[in-house]
């Protein structure tokens, strides 16, 4: 399909009505929101399945013997075999219920790598990551007194495999890598690189915030032991999210967190730890959340990834070659395989006023370091403004940036 024809296909451009938040004004104008990758906007079938939830079936999991709590256990362990589906994974017992990335990644650094790091050891990561993909490594090498490694970028903002590959040795015990750079939009090779890190013995977790939402993901296909994501980058609920893991893996990791329904029996003198994948969820979840993640994905499978991965890509071209025509803008983040993530300056406004400039025209985008620091630090800059798409985009959205980057500049003039 041609990247115009992707953009007209009905399926998509009818989306747009299912998302009740992008109908609104701001500021006296259309909402224009180029912010979802930061957190997207919800779908009716979301907000509706959590609703739903709250007013009929809500009851706590697992434990109880009545009608609602059946109903609710239901609806929260079938929102699991949906996520298994979405992700392909082999089994349920491997996908854990978490709040999102953050803790699916602090999961696996405490529980996974704390264990059995050394002095000596080395986790690998690269200068792309997002916080989340880096403070939680810092805090396992502080405690155990292995070593932090970090592949550097190139300067479209691409990870250097040549280099990365050179840091790979058999001292490296695990390699944590982003699938999709939140802060420029750099899509990494992680099928090569979970490859080479394979083949040396590397355990490979692959930060997946990014990567779900836009793409179809096979963690079978890409050949990782772990992959973590949000419910709220991906239409579903804030506080909800996944890690899968390797069963062989997650088997011999002790628990997480302790708490009640991550056991099958306690007593003072000893806890006997609960199957997979209830060992690593104490405590009450987020019942409701994780309905709504599971409306998602329903969502998001109705529409087709393949469409979204097409559209997105022909609506990112789209913005690149618009934005590249305004005068004085730059584009931060060139790599040759880019989602629908677009980081810029323009002249010298500081990114903080130029997003309040576009704001006033209804126009939402990111503004600051994206909480990626070390990648703003690669470029030399404090942050840069940041337009995200998702599948409710369209080009008439694009055009409303481009207006609203020329008013700005004709304000700072
Ligand atoms: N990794 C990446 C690449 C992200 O974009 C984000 C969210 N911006 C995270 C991790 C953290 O996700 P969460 O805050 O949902 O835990």
Same mark, same amino acid.
């Given at each position: ?42 779908? =009716? ?10 007013? %009929? ?42 709040? &999102?990335?953050? #803790? ?27 916080? @989340? ?5 810092? /805090?396992?090498?502080?405690?155990? &007194? ?13 990870? +250097? ?6 840091? *790979? ?5 695990? /390699? ?5 750079? !939140? ?31 836009? *793409? ?12 973590? =994501? ?19 893996? /997650? #088997? ?52 087709? *990834?393949?469409?979204?991965? +097409?559209? +997105? ?10 934005? #590249?025509?305004? +005068? ?14 677009? @980081? =810029? $300056?323009? !002249? ?40 995200? $798409? ?19 500049? %004709?304000?700072?003039?």
């Amino acid at each position: 399909m041609s990247p115009l024809a992707a953009l007209a296909t009905a399926d998509i451009a009818g989306c747009r009505d299912d998302f009740p938040a992008l109908h609104q004004t701001i500021n006296g104008q259309a909402l224009v929101f180029l912010d979802s990758a930061a957190s997207s906007q919800q779908p =009716f079938a979301v907000i509706d399945a959590v609703s739903r939830y709250q007013r %009929e079936d809500h009851a706590n999991v697992h434990r109880g013997v009545h009608t609602l709590s059946h109903r609710a256990t239901e609806l929260y362990e079938g929102a699991r075999d949906k996520l298994r589906d979405f992700i392909n994974a082999p089994s349920r017992r491997e996908v854990i219920l978490t709040s &999102g990335t953050t #803790e699916s990644i602090n999961l696996v650094a405490q529980s996974y790598c704390r264990p059995s790091l050394q002095p000596g050891d080395q986790v690998l990561i690269t200068w792309l990551e997002h916080h @989340s993909n880096i403070v939680p490594w810092q /805090l396992v090498c502080e405690q155990t &007194g292995a070593e932090l490694l970090v592949a550097p970028i190139n300067d479209r903002g691409e990870i +250097e495999l040549d280099e990365l590959q050179a840091l *790979m040795t058999e001292r490296v015990k695990l /390699l944590a890598v982003g699938h999709v750079s !939140n802060a420029l939009g750099t899509v990494n090779p992680v099928v090569d690189i979970i490859a080479r890190a394979k083949a040396l013995g590397i355990t490979v977790l692959v930060d997946g915030a990014q990567g779900v939402p836009h *793409m179809n993901v096979d963690v079978q296909a890409l050949g990782c032991d772990f992959y973590a =994501f949000s419910g709220h980058k991906m239409f579903g609920p804030t506080g909800t999210g996944v890690l899968w893991g390797r069963e062989e893996l /997650l #088997e011999n990791m002790p628990p997480y967190k302790g708490g009640g329904d991550m056991i099958l029996e306690v007593s003072f003198e000893k806890t006997v730890f609960n199957e997979l994948p209830y060992k690593f969820e104490a405590g009450t979840p987020n019942i409701a959340g994780t309905i709504g993640l599971g409306a998602a994905v329903d969502y998001l499978q109705s529409v087709g *990834m393949q469409n979204i991965e +097409e559209h +997105e890509k022909a609506l990112h071209r789209y913005m690149v070659d618009q934005l #590249e025509s305004v +005068e004085g803008l730059r584009l931060v983040g060139t790599a040759r395989k880019q989602a629908g993530v677009q @980081s =810029f $300056l323009l !002249n010298d406004i500081h990114p903080h006023d130029l997003g309040t400039i576009l704001d006033h025209q209804g126009v939402a985008v990111r503004t600051g370091h994206h909480c990626a620091m070390p990648v703003m630090q690669r470029f030399g800059l404090p942050g840069t403004t940041r337009a995200s $798409l998702a599948l409710y985009n369209n080009t008439n959205d694009i055009d409303r940036l481009i207006a609203a980057l020329d008013k700005a500049r %004709e304000v700072f003039a």
